[in-house]
């Protein structure tokens, strides 16, 4: 489903809020849930919610000093679609994910938390309704998964996995799983969703290929 209100790039804003947070993706028309803490981003929430509410989650790129690391080139925009306060000071959010964004360059602002100029127009495509109908080979995929979970010691919903739409199930499926920042950001930078299948098949059958903890006589991949 397009996102009401934001049809075409220029519609978006040329100055956002961004989040870094390694590990953490977010995806067009996906949510992610998340629990804010850390006062300056408790801050950014305040500020998004009383306008337009949008945050950009990004990555960093492991430079720059601890509290200041150097930002990944593109990121994804989202919008707060469920806010909640705890007892204890924190905020329950849910981003819904819009367009994603290229940095043309850090803004420097008064702000504790920082803000980029972003350039959606690459990313135009994100806020068209994905096709549901797209050819996806599912048996294969699911197996390629079952063997994937099984490796990690993992499990899922298989209910939930075998009843939902391919864009929906790729997307969960790039969100959720324990992949390291540097395949996330290869998942976010894929053109497309049958880009984002392909990069995730391939992580999948690596993954599935490499020896466990438990396979003492098993060769060790190449570092």
């Excluded at 953490?24 to 006062?39: R, S």
């Excluded at 305040?46 to 990121?75: H, K």
């Excluded at 391919?166 to 395949?183: R, T, W």
Aim: proline share 8%; net charge negative; aromatic share 8%.
């Amino acid at each position: 489903m397009v996102n009401s209100g934001y049809r075409k790039a220029r519609d978006l804003p040329g100055v956002i809020p961004v989040f870094p947070l390694d590990g953490a993706l977010l995806l067009p028309g996906a949510v992610l849930p998340l629990q804010i803490f850390e006062p300056r981003y408790l801050n950014m929430v305040d500020d998004a919610m009383s306008g337009d509410r949008i945050i950009g989650m990004i990555q960093t790129r492991g430079e720059g000093d601890r509290r200041r690391p150097g930002l990944a080139q593109v990121g994804c925009a989202g919008r707060i679609t469920s806010y909640s306060e705890t007892g204890d000071g924190k905020y329950l959010i849910a981003l819904s994910g819009l367009c994603r964004f290229r940095v043309i360059a850090e803004v420097e602002v008064p702000t504790p938390y920082r803000q980029v100029q972003a350039d959606f127009a690459r990313f135009e495509v994100d806020l068209q309704a994905a096709d549901e109908t797209e050819a996806f080979e599912r048996v294969g995929f699911l197996n390629l998964l079952r063997r994937y979970l099984d490796h990690r010691g993992l499990g899922v919903e298989w209910d939930a996995v075998n009843a939902a739409p391919a864009p929906a199930l790729v997307n969960s499926l790039c969100m959720a799983l324990p992949f390291d920042p540097q395949e996330k950001q290869a998942l976010l930078e894929a053109p497309d969703l049958e880009g984002r299948r392909e990069v995730l098949t391939a992580l999948l059958e690596i993954d599935s290929a490499w020896p466990t903890a438990d396979d003492d006589d098993a060769p060790r991949p190449l570092q």
